[in-house]
């Protein structure tokens, strides 16, 4: 069967914008998808320069994602989007995922899924009375050596996990930011962003990666979050002590005022029989540890890896597997996801392996519940 390419529409993400560029990018990487139209920006003018700089014809490139929704509606299937990527700031992700789904589309939306738990639990139920699908880019569950991790905990090659540690250290806030930092400027502001800048932001794909490796879920919460640099009214830096639903005790550390840290991310899981390691600069490696013997490193296209991982790598041995390949393997996923509802196809298991509405609900729980514990006097608080 010659596969027909989805198309995708885009809210965000015009000229200038941070993430939209990558989704653009990993959408588009394994020719399943194809970029069809977009409100790019709250300015039709430059949503306009943008579309056109994105070789799109003008009458695809609209003043706003209602008009969007609305038109490409009215066009035939041949033509019509199929799935709109959500990349603005966090308070238009609800009304945007709303609309898209009320009018037929399928969502793939960047985290946080909203501005808070009460939206992703409307949005939950709006999508529970359509047929459209909807995907959440937890980048780092994407990435080759993750899923490798995943499938030899599920193999019980550590034993009983007791101890999660996540780093999540980032330096981009550490110095006073001004209206000029786009990126800073909304992050910092309660009505764009929600209740919390650095747990919302980086914080929560930290417990996602965490709950998405270990297979377990986190049960409670003790945080202490910081505004450190004056004048901000979100934290920038937070301490978060986990408990996990076997018992399991862990620390997440996030923070954007780590000085000189790029993008840090880095995981371990301890075992009763062994530990996994892992960090996002250096991403082709998966280190296994052991009580009484030497590491080893698992890499790559190196060895008996398991099936997920390989069909979530895309080079050969030796070449990094990077951040627009893990975003692209979310797309991939989703992407076989919607051909087979299209076609009334059963999807390989694999095309399941991406984060979806029910880690959008615990994402939007987790940030609420690390702020609420931040701010009590209460040492643990349920998730
Ligand atoms: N998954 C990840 O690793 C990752 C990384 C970065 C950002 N994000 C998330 O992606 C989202 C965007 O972040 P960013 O850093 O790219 O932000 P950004 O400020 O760089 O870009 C936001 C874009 O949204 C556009 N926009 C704002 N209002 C709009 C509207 N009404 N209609 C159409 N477009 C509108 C802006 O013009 C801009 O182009 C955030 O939710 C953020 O949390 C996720």
Not at 86 to 113: C, M, Q, R, W
Not at 182 to 191: G, I
Request: aromatic share 6%; net charge negative.
């Amino acid at each position: 069967m010659t596969m027909v390419k989805l198309k995708m529409g885009m809210v965000g993400g015009g000229q200038g914008a941070f993430i939209g560029a990558v989704h653009r990018i990993a959408a588009q990487l394994d020719n399943q998808i194809e970029l069809v139209c977009g409100a790019f920006n709250q300015n039709p003018d430059d949503t306009i320069a943008s579309g056109l700089s994105f070789g799109l014809p003008k009458n695809r490139c609209y003043a706003s994602y209602k008009e969007m929704f609305i038109e490409e509606q009215k066009l035939p299937d041949t033509e019509r989007m199929d799935l709109v990527a959500i990349v603005t700031p966090n308070h238009l992700h609800y009304d945007i995922a709303t609309l898209a789904i009320e009018h037929g589309f399928h969502v793939i939306s960047d985290k946080p899924a909203t501005l808070n738990l009460n939206q992703v639990i409307a949005l939950s139920e709006t999508l529970a009375k359509h047929n459209s699908l909807y995907a959440l880019t937890h980048t780092y569950s994407g990435y080759p050596m993750i899923k490798e991790a995943k499938h030899r905990i599920k193999q019980d090659e550590l034993g009983e996990i007791r101890k999660i540690v996540v780093n999540y250290p980032q330096g981009w806030l550490s110095q006073p930011t001004d209206e000029n930092n786009k990126q800073a400027a909304w992050r910092l502001n309660p009505e764009m962003a929600g209740i919390s800048c650095c747990i919302a932001d980086i914080g929560v794909h930290g417990a996602h990666l965490a709950e998405y490796i270990s297979g377990l879920t986190i049960s409670h919460v003790c945080a202490d979050l910081t505004t450190t640099v004056a004048g901000r009214y979100l934290d920038d830096d937070g301490t978060v002590m986990l408990r996990f639903s076997n018992g399991a005790k862990g620390v997440l550390l996030a923070s954007q005022i780590a000085t000189g840290e790029e993008n840090n991310l880095t995981i371990s899981l301890y075992g009763e029989k062994a530990s996994l390691h892992w960090s996002q600069e250096s991403p082709n490696s998966l280190i296994k540890k052991y009580p009484n013997q030497s590491s080893e490193i698992i890499r790559t296209g190196v060895g008996n890896l398991c099936a997920i991982t390989q069909s979530n790598t895309r080079l050969p041995a030796g070449h990094p597997e990077g951040y627009i390949e893990a975003f692209a393997n979310i797309y991939l996923n989703f992407a076989q996801q919607i051909h087979a509802l299209k076609h009334q196809l059963v999807p390989p298991t694999s095309a399941l392996d991406v984060p979806d509405i029910k880690d959008a609900i615990r994402g939007m729980t987790f940030i609420e519940r690390v702020v609420q514990a931040s701010e009590s006097d209460q040492k643990w608080h349920k998730i």
